[in-house]
């Protein structure tokens, strides 16, 4: 029961749990809550309409504006105008170099590993600002309609954005003042829209086409449960309805003879062209000409010729379907329902071509660009405890896994591991009296780190000086439904205790996760070796470490040709050591190992004979 109460200031009733559901899109972004009927709705905030354009503009005195008004000055003020802020969003220079020039602002390039900034007239922005302040747009609007303060929200991200781009949305959320209880990921938050998975009895495979302004995305979706699994996705970031517009627009560029490279000065006309363009689209879902004028330029195109340019932009969009059902091991049939996004999924086309593709009818009758927000503000409602228990589930793209001795990987979650998930394992010290155990968090397949990807570094401190291989420390990796990792560290007899939270080092793309998946299969047998090798060395220099130790301390035990012969071993050992030979290397190691070994007893009759004397002296005390 969710808790009403009266707010004295305006006289309003007051949600105090209410949390809203975010879609925050690189196109548009929007925000809605469910009323009081138990319906989701989007919010219309009076006159303003319910999509809030994902463009912020810096105005000259310092103004701010985000929305449509700010979408007006692409047209006339397109450097300080930020649009498409959300594919930066987690991202690094090198990243986005090879699309800066998409972008009409400026993109800083000051160091390649970091995030990306913005720069507006002499200001900096990062993209976690910037939606920030979209984000902000929205909680004003929501609490403008709704008369009560939101603190709280659930918001959605493509299901292909990674841990960084995640936790970057999270801050942006954090930000604009927002505590958010959720990320959720579009597909699911559109499905959930349709009511699929909302019944735990029902299992279900699912396809979501997404086809949004600029980007395009179609997941596969396990429903059972009520947990939703994602089984794989696929798709294009730099195609959507603007690709669409563009088409329009070079249609019309060349049936009205406009010279190329003169329209390319003119970027006031470049982008009322594409605006007209977005109009001719829209209007065909009502009508089959658009005749229309800019100054004296005709803007006239029919539905047919429309088709016959999109086509081979949709068709790549069905590729990309057969791609994610393939990765899936899936086939069409084993698909019980498509769910169409996105505001460009009204272009009947798409429509008809996705159906044709699935050989069924698809998910059209909630609004395509609402969808996304309308399933997130049921998220939020599931959250607030309103709803029977429905749970999200994701996979990790990546093996998660700490830096052991040598530089090896040493993977705790496993790449494919549906989250949240839970997992550790115990480590110790490898010198004596150690006090500080380093530890590094990567990502990656390959069996050495440097191959992979750092995602932090910290040091448990304070570990009590004990001999090597004494201390227990336990790591625990802790993946929550976000995709965010904790990481504890802990250092048994002493208690000893480090608790870290991941923020992902910025900047992980699609690609490069690709890329990262196979060059660990391309280089798997010499990742083997290497790793054995690695293992060997670091089992050597341990031994090396432990006998220099044992004749520093105990050398008097041994007369001096056992000293003699055990440094010849040791030698033995250490120009093993540097050929790289690790059958040589284990070999010098059982060498050394059968030597030294009568030494250790030796060791230990004593310590227990001086046991037995200080009892002895205890006892005739
Ligand atoms: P995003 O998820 O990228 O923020 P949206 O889902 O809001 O994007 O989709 C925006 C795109 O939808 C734009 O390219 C817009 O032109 C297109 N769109 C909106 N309405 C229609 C329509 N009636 N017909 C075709 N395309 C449309
Ligand atoms: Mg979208």
């Known amino acids: 029961m969710a808790k009403v109460s009266i707010n004295l200031a305006t006289g309003s009733i007051q949600k105090e749990n209410i949390i809203v559901g975010i879609d925050l899109g690189t196109t548009n972004s929007l925000v809605a809550f469910i009323d009081p009927d138990k319906n989701p709705k989007v919010i219309n905030d009076t ?43 987690g991202r690094s220079y090198a990243d986005v170099k090879n699309y800066q020039n998409f972008f009409s602002y400026k993109i800083i390039d000051d160091d390649s590993e970091n995030l990306v900034k913005i720069k507006v007239g002499d200001k900096f922005y990062n993209p976690i600002e910037l939606s920030g302040l979209i984000l902000k747009e929205l909680k004003e609007r929501a609490e403008h309609a709704l008369k009560t303060p939101v603190n709280r929200a659930v918001i959605t991200v493509p299901a292909y954005f ?8 999270r801050d942006a959320g954090k930000l604009a003042g927002l505590d958010v209880l959720r990320i959720v990921n579009e597909p699911t938050a559109a499905s959930l829209a349709y009511g699929i998975g909302l019944n735990p009895e029902e299992t279900k495979t699912i396809a979501v086409y997404d086809l949004g302004g600029g980007t395009f995305d179609v997941s596969i979706l396990q429903i059972q449960n009520g947990i939703f699994e994602v089984l794989s996705t696929n798709g294009d970031t730099f195609l959507g309805g603007d ?68 086509l081979p932009k949709v068709q790549q969009t069905i590729t990309a379907c057969q791609n994610a059902l393939k990765d899936a091991k899936l086939t069409i049939t084993d698909i019980d329902e498509v769910v169409m996004v996105g505001g460009s999924t009204r272009t009947a086309l798409v429509k008809k071509m996705v159906a044709e593709f699935f050989g069924r009818p698809v998910h059209d009758g909630i609004n395509p660009d609402e969808v996304v927000a309308l399933g997130a503000a049921i998220q939020a409602d599931v959250l607030a405890g309103n709803r029977s228990d429905i749970l999200l589930l994701d996979v990790t793209p990546l093996s998660l896994g700490i830096e052991t001795m040598g530089g090896l990987m040493d993977t705790i979650i496993p790449r494919n591991s549906k989250i949240p998930t839970k997992a550790g394992r115990q480590y110790t010290t490898s010198k004596d009296g150690q006090v500080n155990m380093k530890i590094a968090v990567y990502q990656g397949e390959r069996d050495l780190i440097s191959e992979n990807r750092k995602l932090a570094e910290f040091e448990l401190k304070g570990i009590p000086a004990m001999p090597a291989g004494f201390p ?23 208690g000893v205790k480090q608790e870290v939270e991941v923020k992902p080092a910025y900047g992980i793309t699609d690609d490069l996760v690709e890329q990262m998946l196979m060059d660990s299969i391309t280089h798997a047998k010499d990742d083997v070796s290497a790793r054995m090798l690695i293992e060997a060395k670091t089992e050597a220099e341990q031994m090396v470490y432990t006998v220099e130790r044992f004749l520093e301390k105990n050398g008097q035990l041994l007369n001096p040709d056992e000293i003699s012969e055990t440094k010849i071993h040791l030698e033995a050992l250490k120009a093993a050591l540097s050929t790289g030979d690790k059958d040589l290397i284990h070999a010098k190691i059982d060498e050394l190992n059968n030597f030294t070994r009568p030494f250790a007893e030796r060791v230990m009759d004593v310590a227990i004979s001086t046991a037995m004397k200080g009892k002895s002296i205890d006892g005739e005390e």
């Open 472 to 494: 227990k420390v336990d790591i625990n990796f802790i993946l929550n439904a976000d995709g965010i990792l904790k990481i504890q560290a802990i250092e048994l007899r002493s």
């Open 47 to 89: 006159g303003k309409g319910v999509l809030v354009p994902s463009v912020v503009h810096f105005g000259a005195a310092g103004d701010i504006t985000v929305g449509n008004e700010a979408k007006g000055f692409l047209i006339t003020d397109p450097q300080n105008t930020v649009f498409s802020v959300k594919r930066l969003l």
């Open 162 to 169: 990674n841990d960084s781009q995640r936790q970057a949305t």
């Open 243 to 310: 690709d669409f517009d563009r088409a329009i627009a070079d249609y019309w560029i060349d049936k009205n003879n406009i010279d190329k490279a003169e329209l390319a000065k003119n970027r006031e006309l470049t982008q009322e062209l594409r605006l007209k363009a977005e109009e001719a689209k829209k209007a065909f879902a009502h009508q089959s000409l658009f005749n229309e004028k800019i100054g004296d330029i005709w803007c006239t195109i029919d539905r047919n010729t429309f088709e016959e340019l999109i």
